[in-house]
Protein backbone atom coordinates (compact mmCIF):
# COMPACT_ATOMS: atom_id res chain seq x y z
CA UNK A 1 0.00 0.00 0.00
CA UNK A 2 1.28 3.31 -0.74
CA UNK A 3 0.90 5.93 1.99
CA UNK A 4 1.06 10.13 1.44
CA UNK A 5 3.95 10.82 3.84
CA UNK A 6 2.26 14.38 4.74
CA UNK A 7 -0.54 12.78 5.87
CA UNK A 8 1.17 10.71 8.75
CA UNK A 9 1.50 11.51 11.82
CA UNK A 10 5.02 11.91 11.39
CA UNK A 11 8.00 12.10 13.67
CA UNK A 12 7.72 10.62 16.84
CA UNK A 13 8.56 11.26 20.85
CA UNK A 14 10.69 8.71 22.49
CA UNK A 15 9.11 7.90 25.51
CA UNK A 16 10.63 4.83 28.38
CA UNK A 17 8.88 1.85 27.76
CA UNK A 18 9.91 -1.16 29.81
CA UNK A 19 13.40 0.66 30.82
CA UNK A 20 14.16 0.75 27.18
CA UNK A 21 13.74 4.38 24.77
CA UNK A 22 10.68 3.17 21.88
CA UNK A 23 8.25 5.72 20.32
CA UNK A 24 4.43 4.77 20.14
CA UNK A 25 5.35 2.78 16.29
CA UNK A 26 6.49 0.15 17.95
CA UNK A 27 5.01 0.06 21.45
CA UNK A 28 0.91 0.59 20.06
CA UNK A 29 0.90 -2.82 19.33
CA UNK A 30 2.43 -4.30 22.39
CA UNK A 31 -0.39 -6.67 23.69
CA UNK A 32 -0.91 -8.35 20.10
CA UNK A 33 2.91 -8.60 19.55
CA UNK A 34 3.45 -10.51 23.18
CA UNK A 35 0.53 -12.84 22.26
CA UNK A 36 2.14 -13.16 18.81
CA UNK A 37 1.70 -17.34 18.11
CA UNK A 38 5.52 -18.34 16.54
CA UNK A 39 5.65 -21.55 14.67
CA UNK A 40 8.48 -23.95 15.33
CA UNK A 41 10.01 -23.04 11.90
CA UNK A 42 9.59 -19.75 12.04
CA UNK A 43 13.01 -17.89 11.19
CA UNK A 44 13.93 -14.83 13.55
CA UNK A 45 16.33 -12.16 12.52
CA UNK A 46 17.27 -9.79 15.46
CA UNK A 47 19.31 -6.20 15.05
CA UNK A 48 19.87 -3.52 16.44
CA UNK A 49 18.75 -1.02 14.21
CA UNK A 50 21.34 -0.21 10.94
CA UNK A 51 23.21 -3.23 12.29
CA UNK A 52 22.51 -4.93 8.66
CA UNK A 53 19.02 -6.42 8.87
CA UNK A 54 18.20 -5.86 5.40
CA UNK A 55 21.21 -7.25 4.18
CA UNK A 56 20.56 -10.62 5.91
CA UNK A 57 16.96 -10.49 5.53
CA UNK A 58 17.52 -10.67 1.85
CA UNK A 59 20.27 -13.76 2.11
CA UNK A 60 17.78 -15.90 4.06
CA UNK A 61 15.25 -15.16 1.78
CA UNK A 62 17.17 -16.49 -1.33
CA UNK A 63 18.44 -19.01 0.21
CA UNK A 64 15.36 -20.50 1.41
CA UNK A 65 13.03 -19.00 -1.52
CA UNK A 66 15.28 -17.79 -4.21
CA UNK A 67 15.24 -20.94 -5.85
CA UNK A 68 11.79 -22.14 -5.16
CA UNK A 69 10.05 -19.30 -6.11
CA UNK A 70 11.75 -17.20 -8.18
CA UNK A 71 8.90 -15.10 -9.09
CA UNK A 72 8.68 -13.55 -5.52
CA UNK A 73 11.86 -12.28 -6.45
CA UNK A 74 10.92 -10.19 -8.97
CA UNK A 75 7.85 -9.25 -7.91
CA UNK A 76 7.45 -8.71 -3.90
CA UNK A 77 9.37 -5.83 -1.99
CA UNK A 78 11.68 -7.39 1.06
CA UNK A 79 9.66 -5.71 3.89
CA UNK A 80 6.61 -8.13 2.75
CA UNK A 81 8.57 -10.79 2.36
CA UNK A 82 10.25 -10.62 5.52
CA UNK A 83 7.61 -9.27 8.37
CA UNK A 84 9.16 -7.04 11.08
CA UNK A 85 7.07 -7.77 13.94
CA UNK A 86 7.08 -4.83 16.26
CA UNK A 87 6.04 -2.02 13.74
CA UNK A 88 2.42 -0.28 13.76
CA UNK A 89 2.16 2.77 11.31
CA UNK A 90 -1.41 2.88 10.14
CA UNK A 91 -2.66 2.55 6.97
CA UNK A 92 0.02 -0.16 6.42
CA UNK A 93 -0.47 -3.62 7.84
CA UNK A 94 1.02 -4.36 11.24
CA UNK A 95 4.06 -6.04 11.12
CA UNK A 96 2.31 -8.66 13.59
CA UNK A 97 -0.72 -9.02 10.92
CA UNK A 98 1.48 -9.42 7.81
CA UNK A 99 3.78 -12.25 10.00
CA UNK A 100 0.80 -13.88 11.00
CA UNK A 101 -0.55 -14.08 7.11
CA UNK A 102 3.08 -14.90 5.34
CA UNK A 103 2.38 -17.97 3.83
CA UNK A 104 5.69 -19.15 3.28
CA UNK A 105 7.20 -21.85 5.54
CA UNK A 106 9.17 -21.00 7.31
CA UNK A 107 7.95 -17.81 7.96
CA UNK A 108 10.87 -14.98 8.27
CA UNK A 109 10.07 -12.66 10.95
CA UNK A 110 12.49 -9.56 12.04
CA UNK A 111 12.50 -7.55 14.88
CA UNK A 112 14.31 -5.14 16.96
CA UNK A 113 13.57 -5.41 20.29
CA UNK A 114 15.91 -5.52 22.55
CA UNK A 115 16.26 -9.80 23.93
CA UNK A 116 14.11 -9.06 26.70
CA UNK A 117 11.00 -7.87 24.73
CA UNK A 118 10.75 -11.30 22.42
CA UNK A 119 7.34 -12.88 22.62
CA UNK A 120 7.68 -15.70 24.90
CA UNK A 121 6.44 -18.10 22.20
CA UNK A 122 9.81 -17.66 20.16
CA UNK A 123 11.67 -18.95 22.53
CA UNK A 124 8.86 -22.01 23.51
CA UNK A 125 8.75 -23.08 20.38
CA UNK A 126 12.95 -22.69 20.16
CA UNK A 127 12.74 -21.21 16.55
CA UNK A 128 15.86 -20.67 15.13
CA UNK A 129 17.24 -16.73 15.74
CA UNK A 130 20.11 -15.03 13.26
CA UNK A 131 21.44 -11.79 15.20
CA UNK A 132 23.22 -9.29 13.32
CA UNK A 133 25.67 -7.22 15.20
CA UNK A 134 27.53 -3.82 14.04
CA UNK A 135 30.21 -1.64 15.76
CA UNK A 136 28.85 0.85 17.56
CA UNK A 137 30.35 3.85 15.55
CA UNK A 138 29.26 2.68 12.39
CA UNK A 139 25.98 1.84 13.34
CA UNK A 140 25.81 5.33 15.49
CA UNK A 141 26.25 6.82 11.93
CA UNK A 142 23.97 4.58 9.62
CA UNK A 143 21.55 5.66 12.20
CA UNK A 144 21.86 9.20 12.34
CA UNK A 145 21.47 9.32 8.61
CA UNK A 146 18.22 6.73 8.96
CA UNK A 147 16.58 9.29 11.44
CA UNK A 148 17.09 12.02 8.82
CA UNK A 149 15.26 10.11 5.95
CA UNK A 150 12.48 8.22 7.33
CA UNK A 151 9.88 10.56 8.81
CA UNK A 152 8.55 8.64 11.70
CA UNK A 153 11.93 8.48 13.16
CA UNK A 154 12.42 10.68 16.15
CA UNK A 155 14.63 14.32 14.72
CA UNK A 156 18.31 13.40 15.03
CA UNK A 157 18.84 17.02 15.53
CA UNK A 158 22.51 17.94 14.38
CA UNK A 159 25.47 15.21 14.64
CA UNK A 160 27.02 16.37 18.09
CA UNK A 161 23.67 16.10 19.38
CA UNK A 162 22.81 12.35 17.94
CA UNK A 163 26.55 11.77 18.92
CA UNK A 164 25.58 12.14 23.10
CA UNK A 165 22.22 10.52 22.59
CA UNK A 166 23.21 7.17 20.70
CA UNK A 167 26.06 6.93 23.66
CA UNK A 168 22.86 7.65 26.57
CA UNK A 169 20.81 4.94 24.91
CA UNK A 170 18.10 7.80 23.53
CA UNK A 171 17.83 6.06 20.21
CA UNK A 172 14.48 3.64 19.45
CA UNK A 173 15.31 0.68 20.89
CA UNK A 174 17.42 2.30 23.45
CA UNK A 175 20.73 1.33 24.12
CA UNK A 176 23.27 -0.44 21.71
CA UNK A 177 25.35 -1.48 24.44
CA UNK A 178 22.60 -3.47 26.16
CA UNK A 179 21.26 -4.41 22.85
CA UNK A 180 24.25 -6.34 21.30
CA UNK A 181 25.10 -7.43 25.35
CA UNK A 182 22.15 -8.53 26.17
CA UNK A 183 21.50 -11.11 22.56
CA UNK A 184 25.17 -12.01 23.67
CA UNK A 185 24.15 -13.17 27.00
CA UNK A 186 21.27 -15.00 25.51
CA UNK A 187 23.43 -17.17 22.94
CA UNK A 188 24.95 -18.32 26.02
CA UNK A 189 21.64 -20.54 27.43
CA UNK A 190 19.59 -20.87 23.98
CA UNK A 191 21.52 -22.68 21.27
CA UNK A 192 18.94 -22.11 18.24
CA UNK A 193 21.06 -18.42 18.51
CA UNK A 194 23.30 -17.47 15.71
CA UNK A 195 25.09 -14.30 16.63
CA UNK A 196 27.13 -12.98 13.49
CA UNK A 197 29.08 -9.63 12.66
CA UNK A 198 28.10 -7.19 9.63
CA UNK A 199 32.02 -6.52 9.59
CA UNK A 200 32.20 -10.14 8.91
CA UNK A 201 29.80 -10.16 5.88
CA UNK A 202 31.98 -7.34 4.77
CA UNK A 203 35.02 -9.14 4.73
CA UNK A 204 33.63 -12.57 3.62
CA UNK A 205 30.43 -12.52 2.19
CA UNK A 206 30.34 -16.11 1.14
CA UNK A 207 31.79 -17.30 4.80
CA UNK A 208 29.32 -16.16 6.61
CA UNK A 209 26.67 -17.53 4.06
CA UNK A 210 28.45 -21.17 4.49
CA UNK A 211 28.20 -20.47 8.23
CA UNK A 212 24.13 -19.57 8.31
CA UNK A 213 23.63 -22.49 6.04
CA UNK A 214 25.21 -24.43 8.48
CA UNK A 215 23.49 -23.18 11.86
CA UNK A 216 19.96 -23.69 9.07
CA UNK A 217 20.72 -26.91 7.93
CA UNK A 218 20.28 -26.28 4.21
CA UNK A 219 23.69 -27.27 1.68
CA UNK A 220 22.73 -25.11 -1.35
CA UNK A 221 25.04 -26.04 -4.53
CA UNK A 222 28.02 -24.11 -4.83
CA UNK A 223 26.61 -22.33 -7.97
CA UNK A 224 23.79 -21.24 -6.02
CA UNK A 225 25.78 -20.15 -2.83
CA UNK A 226 27.77 -17.88 -5.87
CA UNK A 227 24.52 -16.91 -6.94
CA UNK A 228 23.54 -15.31 -3.64
CA UNK A 229 26.44 -13.73 -2.47
CA UNK A 230 26.84 -11.80 -6.34
CA UNK A 231 23.06 -10.91 -5.69
CA UNK A 232 23.47 -9.73 -2.48
CA UNK A 233 26.47 -7.46 -2.70
CA UNK A 234 25.93 -3.75 -1.86
CA UNK A 235 25.83 -2.62 -5.39
CA UNK A 236 23.55 -4.92 -6.49
CA UNK A 237 21.13 -4.52 -3.75
CA UNK A 238 21.45 -0.89 -4.27
CA UNK A 239 19.80 -0.54 -7.94
CA UNK A 240 17.52 -3.67 -6.85
CA UNK A 241 14.17 -1.82 -6.06
CA UNK A 242 12.79 -4.48 -4.15
CA UNK A 243 15.38 -4.67 -1.64
CA UNK A 244 16.80 -1.07 -1.64
CA UNK A 245 13.13 0.27 0.11
CA UNK A 246 13.40 3.11 -2.52
CA UNK A 247 9.29 2.16 -2.60
CA UNK A 248 8.49 2.46 1.01
CA UNK A 249 6.61 5.49 0.95
CA UNK A 250 7.60 6.66 4.87
CA UNK A 251 11.73 7.49 3.71
CA UNK A 252 12.80 10.36 1.45
CA UNK A 253 15.70 9.42 -0.57
CA UNK A 254 16.25 13.09 -1.61
CA UNK A 255 17.58 13.22 2.13
CA UNK A 256 19.30 9.95 2.07
CA UNK A 257 19.46 6.74 0.49
CA UNK A 258 19.05 3.16 2.21
CA UNK A 259 21.26 1.45 0.72
CA UNK A 260 23.80 4.62 1.97
CA UNK A 261 27.23 3.42 1.97
CA UNK A 262 27.82 0.26 3.04
CA UNK A 263 31.18 0.43 4.55
CA UNK A 264 33.13 -0.60 7.59
CA UNK A 265 34.89 2.48 8.72
CA UNK A 266 32.60 5.62 7.63
CA UNK A 267 32.48 6.81 11.27
CA UNK A 268 36.01 8.44 10.45
CA UNK A 269 34.14 10.74 8.39
CA UNK A 270 31.77 12.04 11.12
CA UNK A 271 33.82 11.67 14.28
CA UNK A 272 35.75 14.61 15.26
CA UNK A 273 38.75 13.27 17.32
CA UNK A 274 37.21 14.40 20.36
CA UNK A 275 34.37 12.41 19.58
CA UNK A 276 36.14 9.71 18.94
CA UNK A 277 38.48 10.17 22.46
CA UNK A 278 35.21 10.66 24.58
CA UNK A 279 33.48 7.81 22.65
CA UNK A 280 36.73 5.59 23.40
CA UNK A 281 36.81 6.22 27.22
CA UNK A 282 32.74 5.58 27.26
CA UNK A 283 32.92 2.65 25.12
CA UNK A 284 35.50 0.88 28.06
CA UNK A 285 32.86 1.12 30.85
CA UNK A 286 29.82 0.05 29.11
CA UNK A 287 31.61 -3.15 27.30
CA UNK A 288 33.12 -5.20 29.81
CA UNK A 289 32.75 -8.62 28.36
CA UNK A 290 35.97 -9.38 26.98
CA UNK A 291 34.77 -12.39 24.98
CA UNK A 292 32.41 -9.75 22.52
CA UNK A 293 34.46 -8.07 20.91
CA UNK A 294 33.81 -5.77 17.55
CA UNK A 295 36.07 -4.39 14.64
CA UNK A 296 35.14 -0.44 13.68
CA UNK A 297 37.89 -1.02 10.58
CA UNK A 298 38.90 -4.57 8.65
P1 LIG B 1 24.98 2.44 5.89
O1 LIG B 1 23.98 3.47 6.30
O2 LIG B 1 26.24 2.52 6.71
O3 LIG B 1 25.28 2.46 4.43
P2 LIG B 1 19.49 -2.16 8.23
O4 LIG B 1 19.09 -3.03 7.10
O5 LIG B 1 19.65 -2.88 9.53
O6 LIG B 1 18.59 -0.96 8.33
O7 LIG B 1 20.96 -1.63 7.92
C1 LIG B 1 21.20 -0.72 6.89
C2 LIG B 1 22.69 -0.58 6.73
O8 LIG B 1 23.20 -1.78 6.15
C3 LIG B 1 23.07 0.57 5.79
O9 LIG B 1 24.37 1.01 6.22
C4 LIG B 1 23.14 -0.18 4.47
O10 LIG B 1 23.86 0.49 3.46
C5 LIG B 1 23.83 -1.45 4.93
N1 LIG B 1 23.70 -2.55 3.96
C6 LIG B 1 22.56 -3.07 3.45
N2 LIG B 1 22.85 -4.01 2.54
C7 LIG B 1 24.20 -4.09 2.48
C8 LIG B 1 25.11 -4.85 1.69
N3 LIG B 1 24.69 -5.71 0.78
N4 LIG B 1 26.45 -4.66 1.88
C9 LIG B 1 26.89 -3.78 2.78
N5 LIG B 1 26.07 -3.01 3.56
C10 LIG B 1 24.74 -3.16 3.39
Redesign the pocket.
Known amino acids: MSVNPDKMDSRAELFDFHGVSMTHYFTDNWENIQNFQARPDDILIA ?1 Y ?7 VSYILDLLYFGQKSPERETSIPIYERVAFLEICVPPLESGKDLADKLPTSPRLIKTHFPVQFVPKSFWEQKCRMVYVARNAK ?1 NM ?2 YF ?2 NRMTMIQPEPGDWSNFFQKFMEGKMVCGSWYDHVNGWWKKKQTYPNLHYMF ?1 ED ?2 EDTGREIDKLCCFLGLSPSTEEKNRIACG ?3 DN ?1 KKNNLVNYSTFAIMDFKISP ?6 VG ?1 WKNHFTVAQNEEFDEDYKKKMKDPTLQFRTEI
Open positions: TPKAGTTWDVSHFYLIVQFMFMRKGKD
